[in-house]
C-alpha cells in the first residue's frame, strides 16, 4: 500500500457496510488507511458471517463490532465501543448500507411486498438518521467531522430492476440533506455520493445488472469509475480540503449524469438496426 497524501492523518472514523474486496466500503477502508486514517469496521451480524471482513480488519489493523443498523440499542453500543477502541468521538463515517428483499426475491415494483419494502427503507435509508441520531446524542461526532452516504442515480431517474431501492435512495439523499442542516452550526458535513454502477457483490445481485453496466459505461464520457476511484472521491470528502461542501449529492458517474447520448451509443444503434433490416 503506497504512503498516499496524508489527507487523514490523525483522524478516525467508523465504516459501515464493507462485506468482501469487491465492496466499495472495503476499497474506502484502505483508502482510509492508506492516508493515515484509524478506524473501526462494522456490520449486520449476518453480513460478517457471510462476508471476509476479518482479512480488512488484519490488513488495516482495525477492529470489527458487529452492528444490526435497524436496531438502536446496537447502534448505541457500537458507538460506545467505538469510543473505546478509538479514544474518543470520530471526524468521518462512510455510511454504505443497503438491501431489498423485493430486488432480491425479484418482486415487480408494481407487486411490492411492503413489509419487504418497509425493510428496505429501513435499512437503506433510515439506518443513515439513526446512526446520525445516536452519533450527534452521545457526541460521538467531532467538530468539523465529515459524513459520507453511497446512494445511486436511481435516486433520480427510474431504473425498473433497481425496484423499490429507487425510492431507498431518494429518502437516503432527503436523509443526509436534512441532518446537513442541523449539524452545519458544528462543521459538520453530510453528502451523498451517487456512484455509477460498479461490479460489486451487490450490484451484480441485481436482475439486469450487466445491461445497467454496460448502458452506463457507453453513455459516460469517461466511463463508469472503479470502486477505487470512488473510495479516492470519497477521501476528498472526509478531508480538510472540502469543509464547506455539505447537504450536497455529488455525481461520481464519469459524466454520465449530465451526458445525454454518445457517439458510440449511436453508431452501435445504428449497426444493429441496419443488421435488423
Not at 473510495?231 to 470528502?237: I, P, R
Not at 461542501?245 to 444493429?272: C, P, R, W
Request: charged share 25%; with cysteine; proline share 3%.
Amino acid at each position: 500500500m503506497s504512503d498516499g497524501y496524508g489527507l487523514l492523518k490523525g483522524k478516525k472514523g467508523i465504516i459501515f457496510g464493507a462485506l468482501d474486496e469487491r465492496s466499495i466500503a472495503w476499497r474506502i477502508a484502505l483508502a482510509c488507511k492508506r492516508e493515515g486514517a484509524d478506524f473501526v469496521l462494522t456490520n449486520a451480524p449476518v453480513a460478517l458471517r457471510l462476508g471476509a471482513l476479518d482479512a480488512l480488519g488484519e490488513e488495516t489493523g482495525a477492529p470489527i463490532i458487529p452492528c444490526d443498523v435497524t436496531k438502536d440499542d446496537e447502534i448505541q453500543d457500537l458507538m460506545n465501543q467505538t469510543k473505546e477502541h478509538l479514544g474518543g468521538g470520530v471526524d468521518f463515517i462512510l455510511h454504505a448500507v443497503g438491501m431489498s428483499p423485493n430486488v432480491r426475491k425479484k418482486k415487480e415494483y408494481t407487486d411490492l411486498n411492503y413489509n419487504w419494502l418497509q425493510q428496505t427503507l429501513d435499512i437503506s435509508a433510515i439506518s443513515l438518521h439513526r446512526v446520525l441520531h445516536h452519533a450527534d446524542e452521545m457526541d460521538m461526532l467531532n467538530d468539523g467531522g465529515s459524513v459520507v452516504a453511497l446512494s445511486y442515480i436511481g435516486a433520480q431517474r427510474i431504473f425498473s430492476k433497481y425496484s423499490d431501492m429507487n425510492d431507498a435512495k431518494a429518502l437516503l439523499e432527503s436523509i443526509a440533506r436534512n441532518y446537513g442542516s442541523r449539524l452545519a452550526k458544528r462543521g459538520i458535513r453530510v453528502n451523498t455520493v451517487s456512484q455509477a454502477p460498479t461490479k460489486t457483490s451487490a450490484g451484480t445481485g441485481i436482475k439486469g445488472f450487466d445491461g445497467m453496466y454496460t448502458f452506463a459505461d457507453k453513455i459516460a464520457p469517461m466511463g463508469n469509475p472503479s470502486a477505487d476511484e470512488c473510495a479516492d472521491y470519497c477521501v476528498t470528502l472526509f478531508s480538510d480540503l472540502t469543509r464547506k461542501v455539505t447537504m450536497q449529492n455529488l455525481y461520481h458517474d464519469g459524466g454520465f449524469v449530465t451526458a445525454g447520448i454518445s457517439e458510440e451509443m449511436i453508431d452501435d444503434l445504428a449497426k444493429l438496426y441496419s443488421d435488423e433490416d
